[in-house]
């Protein structure tokens, strides 16, 4: 759920709004920023006066895509203006960005005409690569679609019309496929007119349906020719039939697709459909019939709907940023009917293949394989960019709309490399998180920054959250802050029944450590050592402290209570870094002052460990200011000690050292100086050799670049019990609490491995 406070509050943080614009190349020095304006921007603007395609080389219009509305069909919203309009073109961007790399303008018109909308959207064409309309009310926005598809040069697309067409297009041709049904022999039922239902039709047409097996629905019954409320939008989907009404239509066909209401679908018609009849019910936010009432209505039913918390959810991420991405990339002018059941067929194709370790790894090693509980790929298979772009890609240079075709191999390379890994690893891990249950307990339950974490950690299904202090306290700040955490568990630890039981185990663990029974029991009052003793006691699966303590006074309690897993002799920590074209490991940033060789050599082991714990192959560099021996050092001595000893225990693992962070991180020098070296990639897992050089790297990265830190993550405890530092913001505590359970989770699997 999400809560209009967290919304307003996201919307508002730091700089207002969602995106910025960024320069992408040096614009620092006066030679530079003479080079972006005047007098060097002169020199690309005569080549393009000369040849007009030549500004989709010197300018980024190739990648710009302006998505346009009026704000008259804001989902949810309905005509809200332009104004209102603005957060959800953000999002689009955002969206845009995010899943395809493609830069976005959002432009919220002040015209409701169609005709002099068109006239605005014609004058911008020479800025961007295409064009995304979106949330304008039919007929009007039908019209200027078609308008402006005629006209323009470039790309035009309309969201509403299509984006879910086309994802629904790709389950329906897979659940036919299983039923054993040919498309141009079915009788299909639309329910919906309005811009979805008209795209879903087309597209429908386009797949071979036959127009005389293809009835549609509205409030007021079927499309048919006498109709005298009927755009001429809808008018050419009119057909005579004696079936007037939905429940009429229904019996007997193959195929229901919903794009209206909820409730409009009763069981009955579903019974009376013939055998094996694919249901699509994709209203929303709800169904027009719920997943599970459809799948007990029919057992023989295929079910789908826009629900990503039910099987074959039809969400049109899976579709506009990667059509575009296509049409773009061969400077497309157009985006054909052709291309749009291209990306449909590349879905399909891929639902029919294995799935990818990292999706099954996503949610829980569940087995996904064909079949009518899978008919499209999931959102976060990497695989969907690369083969529904360059479907697209290759649909537009064989219809002759391209006007730079590309060589399929090289061009699959790009998509891949464009991504990158680090933008869809939070999305995977959460996924994973959500399958493990955890229980975790917070030692500081009445702080406004866990209250509102450990909302989103159960609203997002991540964590069970447990929370420690006086219960009217608690309940207080929760009001407070208008957060409604439903029957969370609050523990008091002094009205506790456990408190003795606490009390008399910290002694045991405790009294040959000098401590007396009577100060275990005042160490119990402490909500840090009562935490911890949930976690050991098998009350919680872990523990979150820190928020309002003194950090080294936090560890040494879990230190005395958790302590080190077996084999292990100094617990460490690491941070996972995300960054637009990966994920870097960086250790240790939080604990360890001034680490021996010996221990240096367990946190590079522990630290790989953790990176394989996430599904990432560790390459790992052990930092120095010195390269391979170029300074005989003591500090660099104890790094290149440290390499040796830890290549000794683990002989598979790719670890080299001591190096430089520019050698670690550029492979051209690599090749150039140390072509020698172990490491045939980038590193990924950076072992510093001290505190201070590890946790100035670290804050220098999140606060100077496009990094996001994820930590500190404890390294080598018994019991997955983490720390959180002064200052840290709701989603960095969502992060680390998200990664940490994956990570534990992981490595209970594998027996807590040790080096």
């Known amino acids: 759920m999400i809560r209009r406070e967290d919304s307003l509050d996201y919307h508002a943080l730091d700089r207002p709004g969602k995106i910025e614009v960024r320069a992408t190349t040096p614009c620092l020095t006066p030679r530079e920023m003479r080079l972006a304006y005047l007098p060097g921007a002169s020199f690309p603007s005569m080549e393009i006066a000369r040849d007009p395609s030549a500004v989709f080389r010197y300018t980024s219009r190739g990648n710009l895509v302006g998505v346009i509305t009026n704000g008259t069909a804001v989902p949810g919203l309905g005509n809200v203006g332009p104004e209102a309009a603005k957060p959800m073109q953000e ?168 794009a209206s209401a909820a409730g409009v679908l009763a069981p009955e018609m579903i019974r009376s459909m013939g055998r094996f009849p694919v249901v699509f019910a994709l209203a929303t936010p709800e169904p027009e019939i719920g997943y599970e009432a459809a799948r007990a209505s029919r057992r023989d039913a295929i079910v789908a709907t826009a629900l990503d918390q039910h099987p074959n959810a039809v969400v049109d991420l899976l579709s506009f940023p990667y059509i575009f991405r296509g049409a773009l990339d061969v400077q497309a002018t157009r985006i054909t009917q052709g291309m749009l059941v291209a990306a449909a067929r590349a879905l399909a194709d891929l639902a029919r293949e294995d799935v990818v370790e990292e999706v099954e790894r996503a949610y829980g090693f569940e087995s996904f394989s064909f079949g009518p509980e899978y008919l499209l790929p999931k959102p976060i298979d990497p695989r969907i960019l690369v083969r529904e772009s360059a479907a697209v890609a290759q649909r ?5 709309v391209a006007r730079r075709p590309v060589a399929g191999d090289v061009y699959q390379e790009s998509l891949t490399a464009r991504i990158g890994t680090g933008r869809e690893t939070m999305r995977e891990m959460i996924l994973r998180a959500r399958q493990e249950k955890f229980r975790v307990v917070f030692s500081e339950g009445g702080s406004a920054t866990i209250l509102r974490a450990c909302s989103i950690l159960a609203d997002e299904g991540i964590a069970t959250p447990v929370l420690l202090g006086r219960e009217e306290e608690v309940r207080s700040a929760m009001e407070r802050l208008r957060i409604d955490l439903g029957g969370v568990t609050i523990v008091d630890p002094a009205r506790n029944p456990r408190f003795e039981a606490y009390v008399d185990e910290f002694f045991r663990l405790r009294r040959r450590r000098g401590v007396m029974r009577a100060e275990a029991a005042e160490r119990l ?87 394989r714990s996430l599904g990432i192959e560790p390459r790992v560099a052990m930092l120095s200011f010195s390269n391979f021996g170029s300074v005989d050092h003591a500090a660099a001595r104890k790094v290149r000690r440290a390499s040796e000893i830890a290549k000794e225990r683990s002989p598979d693992l790719i670890i080299d050292g001591e190096m430089q962070l520019a050698t670690a991180l550029d492979g051209g020098l690599r090749r150039e100086y140390f072509p020698f070296t172990g490491l045939d990639k980038d590193a990924n897992v950076l072992i510093f050799p001290g505190l201070e050089s590890g946790n100035l790297a670290l804050h220098l990265m999140q606060h100077v670049g496009a990094a996001v830190p994820i930590g500190p993550i404890l390294m080598g405890t018994r019991l997955p019990a983490h720390l959180l530092q002064y200052g840290m913001m709701v989603e960095e505590v969502v992060n680390l609490v998200t990664i940490g359970i994956v990570e534990a989770a992981s490595l209970r699997r594998l027996g807590q491995a040790v080096p």
């Open 91 to 258: 999002g689009m961007a955002v969206l845009f960005k995010r899943l395809a790399d493609i830069d976005v303008f959002d432009l919220e018109i002040s015209a409701t005409d169609p005709d002099r909308f068109v006239e605005i959207v014609r004058s911008l064409e020479p800025t961007f690569g295409g064009i995304n309309l979106k949330d304008i009310r039919a007929p009007e926005g039908l019209y200027i679609f078609d308008r402006l598809s005629e006209s323009l040069n470039i790309p035009v697309f309309h969201e509403n019309l299509y984006s879910s067409a086309v994802v629904a297009a790709a389950a329906l041709l897979n659940a036919l496929d299983l039923v054993e049904k040919r498309i141009d022999e079915i009788r299909a039922v639309l329910c919906g007119a309005g811009t979805v239902g008209i795209g879903c039709a087309r597209l429908l047409l386009a797949l071979g349906v036959r127009p005389e097996n293809l009835l549609i629905y509205d409030v007021n019954g079927l499309l048919r020719p006498d109709r005298k409320d009927l755009f001429d939008y809808q008018r050419v989907f009119a057909r005579e039939d004696p079936a007037l009404q939905l429940a009429d239509g229904l019996r007997g066909a193959d195929v229901f697709l919903g």
């Open 396 to 400: 537009a240079v064989e219809e002759g």
């Open 525 to 611: 009052h402490q909500r840090d050592c009562f935490a911890a003793m949930m976690l050991h006691s098998g009350d919680a699966d872990m523990m979150i402290a820190g928020a309002s303590t003194h950090y080294a006074a936090s560890l040494r309690t879990i230190l005395d209570v958790i302590g080190p897993a077996p084999g292990i002799s100094r617990v460490s920590s690491h941070h996972m870094v995300l960054l637009p074209k990966g994920v870097i490991f960086l250790a240790d940033c939080a604990v360890n002052i001034d680490p021996e060789a010996e221990h240096l050599a367990e946190m590079a082991l522990l630290a790989a460990r953790q990176a």
